[in-house]
């Protein structure tokens, strides 16, 4: 057990080093990084469209899977062919969810202001803010895409180090972990 579990420690933490990797090209060239995740996203979509098709036996709900694979094969085409395709439509869908998901927002900061609270004002000034971000990204999609990939490239290493650190601490006292779990 203790073997076992040295072994997926340390394949943890060099996944944890992967990603600060990938978090730290991600911060250092987002434009870049976001083509190559949308080349790799293309080619996951060709293989299970290509999954789908061969294996078309199922059903989900009213759509077989043929279905599915045949949008999932044409879409990763697309994509493919046209990475900045997916630079463009990721922003702007996240800025449509945003500016709506904000409008719910001020509707029930609304409604704690008409019962009576006292603290209706701060979600409403931030889902303003967030509605005018959501427009901002609708707007200027390549700009939105560029700070996406920052952010997440910066979520990426926060992770990383953070996950790094927790393992170092399970590394560090492994026995004990071992000793609860066989328990």
Same mark, same amino acid.
């Given at each position: 057990?203790?073997?076992?579990?040295?072994?997926?420690?340390?394949?943890?933490?060099?996944?944890?080093?992967?990603?600060?990797?990938?978090?730290?090209?991600?911060?250092? !060239?987002?434009?870049?990084?976001?083509?190559?995740?949308?080349?790799?996203?293309?080619?996951?979509?060709?293989?299970?469209?290509?999954?789908?098709?061969? @294996?078309? +036996?199922?059903?989900?709900?009213?759509?077989?899977?043929?279905?599915?694979?045949?949008?999932?094969?044409?879409?990763?085409?697309?994509?493919?062919? !046209?990475?900045?395709?997916?630079?463009?439509?990721?922003?702007?869908?996240?800025?449509?969810?945003?500016?709506?998901? +904000?409008?719910? @927002?001020?509707?029930?900061?609304? +409604?704690?202001?008409?019962?009576?609270?006292?603290?209706?004002?701060?979600?409403?000034? =931030?889902?303003?803010?967030?509605?005018?971000?959501?427009?901002? =990204?609708?707007?200027?999609?390549?700009?939105?895409?560029?700070?996406?990939?920052?952010?997440?490239?910066?979520?990426?290493?926060?992770? +990383?180090?953070?996950?790094?650190?927790?393992?170092?601490?399970?590394?560090? !006292?492994? !026995? @004990?972990?071992?000793?609860?779990?066989?328990?």
């Amino acid at each position: 057990m203790l073997k076992k579990f040295n072994k997926f420690m340390w394949i943890s933490i060099a996944s944890c080093v992967l990603f600060l990797i990938i978090g730290i090209i991600f911060l250092g !060239n987002p434009e870049t990084s976001f083509k190559v995740v949308s080349i790799i996203f293309s080619v996951l979509l060709i293989v299970t469209g290509i999954y789908l098709i061969v @294996d078309y +036996s199922g059903k989900v709900l009213f759509t077989s899977f043929l279905t599915t694979g045949i949008l999932s094969l044409i879409l990763g085409v697309v994509l493919l062919l !046209n990475p900045d395709a997916l630079v463009v439509l990721v922003p702007i869908v996240v800025g449509t969810w945003m500016i709506t998901s +904000s409008i719910v @927002d001020i509707e029930l900061s609304l +409604s704690l202001k008409k019962i009576g609270y006292s603290s209706w004002l701060l979600p409403t000034i =931030m889902a303003i803010i967030a509605i005018v971000c959501g427009v901002l =990204m609708i707007v200027y999609p390549h700009s939105g895409t560029i700070a996406l990939t920052t952010f997440f490239g910066i979520l990426l290493i926060v992770y +990383s180090m953070a996950a790094i650190i927790d393992l170092f601490v399970f590394k560090k !006292n492994v !026995n @004990d972990i071992v000793k609860e779990i066989e328990e």
